[in-house]
Every structure is written in structure tokens, then in C-alpha cells.
Nanobody
Framework: QVQLVESGGGLVQAGGSLRVSCAASGFAFSMYCMGWFRQAPGKEREFVAAISWSGGSTNYADSVKGRSTISRDNTKMTVYLQMNRLKPEDTAVYYC????????????????WGQGTQVTVSS
């Protein structure tokens, strides 16, 4: 029933900006914390950003802090990740994930995942 569909990925030059989106359906979106994670080729999936179910709290990985903004629109059941000043090391498949209520940044705590959207940053 739960569906998370990412979009907005693509190819961008270093220093550019991109916004990825995640449209949710099949669950009470406003009661779930949402997170963004990414996985580069040959590397483990890693935390990028998370936002509380109320939208009042956010958390960012050090690698993207200051360059990224996570936000959510509970009416549209969509979570966004705005990324600015992109770097080649930001290249990865970006996944959104959902966790009921409680805020967490651990991958293992998110039971629902989208299929990802590719972000490629060229040098």
C-alpha cells in the first residue's frame, strides 16, 4: 500500500542546484518522519537528511549541511530535498524513506523506501 516515488534527479554540473522530490501515498504521511538517503556506486547507503513528522525539526549529514534543505508539504504528501552548490561526490541514487512518528537518522529505522532517483554531478 505504501508508495514513495522519487523524481527530479538528473545531470547537473558541479556548483549547480537540483531539487529532488518524493511523492507519498498509501499511508498517513503527516504522521511519519521522512528521510533522504543516498547510495553511490560501490558504496554503502548513507544518511543525507531527515525531517520530523511535524516538520519542526531537521537533521543533515555533515557532507551536505549548509548546502541542502529538506522540507515537506503534508497537504501534498511530498518531501523535498533542495541541493545547492553540488559536488561530484554528491553523485548517487537518492532515496526517500518514511518512518512512523519518531525522528531518526538511522537507515535501519526506516521501513518504507522509494526506488530512488539518480543524481549525477559532473566536474
Amino acid at each position: 500500500q505504501v508508495q514513495l516515488v522519487e523524481s527530479g534527479g538528473g545531470l547537473v554540473q558541479a556548483g549547480g542546484s537540483l531539487r529532488v522530490s518524493c511523492a507519498a501515498s498509501g499511508f498517513a504521511f503527516s504522521m511519519y518522519c521522512m528521510g533522504w538517503f543516498r547510495q553511490a556506486p560501490g558504496k554503502e547507503r548513507e544518511f543525507v537528511a531527515a525531517i520530523s513528522w511535524s516538520g519542526g525539526s531537521t537533521n543533515y549529514a555533515d557532507s551536505v549541511k549548509g548546502r541542502s534543505t529538506i522540507s515537506r508539504d503534508n497537504t501534498k504528501m511530498t518531501v523535498y530535498l533542495q541541493m545547492n552548490r553540488l559536488k561530484p561526490e554528491d553523485t548517487a541514487v537518492y532515496y526517500c524513506a518514511a518512518r512512523f512518528r519518531d525522528y531518526d537518522v538511522r537507515i535501519s529505522e526506516y521501513p518504507y523506501w522509494g526506488q530512488g532517483t539518480q543524481v549525477t554531478v559532473s566536474s
